[in-house]
């Protein structure tokens, strides 16, 4: 984002269209509109969209406490599973997750709003400043936990929950990782990704450092000295490298650093953006880099994808939205080279793909499209030093079923590890089960041993 090629300014559109463009996407329902959408639930006695839920949230039970009048009650019940509800109510893709499998979409088409009832409940426990847990008489245990994102602080939450001492270290100068750098502007407005970690950590028994990089302040190795345990909820910090020449021009961004600037920025006029940005992927980072191109006055935006419409990672909703937004997704086409101009991106070369006898191939067709500002959205790389002899295979971290890994009084959970979607939802479901993990050892006053040879 330092080196601006020629077609990248801010400032493209005026105060207002700014504060409309990037105001809230889905507002919250009122009390009337959740009590119309609580009403449509079954209350399925063995509902299919609790168990699409990665964090396995009694969803009939919240929605029927709110069809009641009893919101707060609502709200525990859905943060007795995911401390972070507010937020995954928010940035889920429930349209594949829990409102997929609602049987309303069986007979009509239209699911149960479970994610709007679950941010209207969740709102609420927040804004009051209900807490519902009360941190016990302290353990004499301390836990370090390397992450304050999804993952690193649902696992700290529920340590504390057992009297254990928690010490969050952080890269960044600012706690929530993914949530607070990762996630699209109008998904999570009013600076909501700190009121929760606040909220989170209001349990106390819970500190967090922040600029304190494994590898650089500390090591691995250093921290099970200190620590009676140690979670790793590090995520996927290295960004993939489209290796094809021009990459190094002026104006070609990676799209992870474009929403993180855009998400920290106090005036979103003074986030440039080019006359006609190229995004790279299929995913939803993808999505919403272009999206949000769109909203800072980029006159065309398009989403080159190498592969088919139904196999972008992206949901049908995200996909769907983008192109509400005016963006133009093309699938089929894979990046060539950059093109240049006077040292700064001026358009990028594409070759036609097809599958050809299950494999992915040029067909030796190609086309450019004019660009001053390319954004490269093609996935994130594990990107960790300080492990020690920690196992890693195919990029990700080895844990068994709760987290354990290879190494003694060690755990992980989030992206950085070989398990599950790489989602908010799935990552806290992981934090939450290594921690009751930890906690059964501990407890136990056993040194915990490795689970992965």
């Not at 099970?224 to 021009?246: C, K």
């Not at 995913?283 to 972008?312: P, S």
């Not at 494999?359 to 450019?368: A, Q």
């Amino acid at each position: 984002m330092e080196r601006l090629g020629s077609g990248i300014r801010a400032g493209r559109l005026s105060p207002e269209r700014y504060a409309s463009n990037f105001s809230d996407l889905h507002p919250r329902l009122d009390k009337h509109e959740a009590l119309v959408a609580a009403d449509r639930c079954y209350f399925c006695y063995d509902a299919p969209c609790m168990t699409a839920c990665p964090t396995a949230i009694d969803i009939p039970l919240f929605i029927r406490q709110i069809s009641t009048g009893n919101p707060l009650g609502s709200a525990k019940t859905i943060f007795d599973q995911n401390i972070l509800g507010g937020m995954c109510a928010r940035v889920c893709p429930t349209e594949t997750l829990c409102e997929q499998a609602c049987v309303r979409n069986t007979a009509e088409d239209r699911p149960v709003e479970i994610g709007n009832l679950q941010r209207y409940a969740t709102d609420i426990a927040m804004e009051t400043g209900r807490q519902f847990y009360t941190r016990p008489a302290p353990s004499g245990r301390r836990v370090a936990v390397i992450g304050a994102g999804p993952a690193g602080l649902a696992c700290a939450h529920r340590l504390s929950m057992h009297g254990h001492d928690v010490v969050i270290f952080d890269a960044r100068q600012k706690p929530g990782g993914l949530n607070e750098y990762g996630i699209a502007t109008y998904k999570a407005t009013d600076d909501f990704a700190q009121r929760e970690v606040d909220y989170v950590t209001a349990i106390g028994g819970i500190e967090i450092r922040t600029g304190q990089m494994l590898g650089r302040n500390f090591t691995l190795p250093d921290l099970t000295e200190e620590f009676d345990a140690v979670f790793l909820g590090i995520g996927l910090s290295g960004v993939n490298a489209l290796g094809i020449e021009g990459e190094d021009l002026a104006g070609v961004d990676d799209a992870v650093e474009f929403i993180a600037a855009l998400r920290q920025a106090t005036d979103k006029a003074a986030v440039p953006v080019g006359r006609r940005v190229v995004v790279l992927g299929g995913g939803m980072t993808a999505i919403d880099a272009a999206i949000q191109a769109k909203l800072l006055g980029a006159e065309e935006v398009t989403i080159c994808y190498r592969r088919g419409k139904e196999n972008m990672n992206a949901s049908g909703y995200e996909q769907d939205l983008a192109a509400s937004n005016g963006v133009i997704i093309r699938h089929w086409l894979a990046p060539k080279r950059i093109v240049g101009k006077d040292g700064a991106a001026a358009g990028i070369e594409l070759e036609y793909t097809a599958m050809v006898d299950g494999k992915l191939t040029g067909t030796g067709e190609t086309g450019v499209i004019a660009a001053d500002q390319v954004m490269k959205a093609i996935g994130q790389s594990f990107a960790a030093n300080g492990l020690g002899n920690l196992r890693i295979e195919a990029g990700r971290i080895v844990t068994d079923a709760t987290g354990r890994t290879s190494m003694e009084r060690v755990w992980a959970g989030g992206d950085c590890v070989g398990t599950g979607e790489d989602l908010t939802v799935t990552a806290v479901a992981q934090g939450r089960d290594a921690a009751e993990s930890i906690n059964t050892l501990l407890a136990a006053g056993v040194s915990p041993a490795a689970a992965v040879a």
